[in-house]
Nanobody, 123 residues
Framework: QLQLVESGGGLVQPGGSLRLSCTASGFTLDYYGIGWFRQVPGKEREGVSWISRSDETRYTDSVKGRFTISRENAKNTIYLQMNSLKPEDTAVYFC?????????????????WGQGTQVTVSS
């Protein structure tokens, strides 16, 4: 069974940090581009960051300089390090895998999705 599982979400104060993990089972992430998306109620899923099979990275403008995406192939895991968190970063965060990349920020371009992990930034 092909599965992605996110972890690492939680409640953090503004200015704090969290590291999200996305671990795959049933397939190897080496061959996939991996994206992190986030969604708040009533809004579309937003592309946050992406890492290619060759470790090329992309970020949406609002998280540049604060978030870092990385992969650890030995653990079949992708990470999203989130620093200097702001209340507007509050959302459910999803990871997703795409075999072929066209537009990294487009949710429909992805083949597999995790169930999401809640991130809440609040004092």
């Amino acid at each position: 069974q092909l599965q992605l599982v996110e972890s690492g979400g939680g409640l953090v104060q503004p200015g704090g940090s969290l590291r999200l993990s996305c671990t795959a089972s049933g397939f190897t992430l080496d061959y996939y581009g991996i994206g992190w998306f986030r969604q708040v109620p009533g809004k579309e899923r937003e592309g946050v960051s992406w890492i290619s099979r060759s470790d090329e990275t992309r970020y949406t403008d609002s998280v540049k300089g604060r978030f870092t995406i990385s992969r650890e192939n030995a653990k079949n895991t992708i990470y999203l390090q989130m620093n200097s968190l702001k209340p507007e970063d509050t959302a459910v965060y999803f990871c997703a895998a795409q075999l072929r990349t066209h537009y990294w920020w487009v949710a429909l371009d992805y083949d597999y999705w995790g169930q999401g992990t809640q991130v809440t930034v609040s004092s």
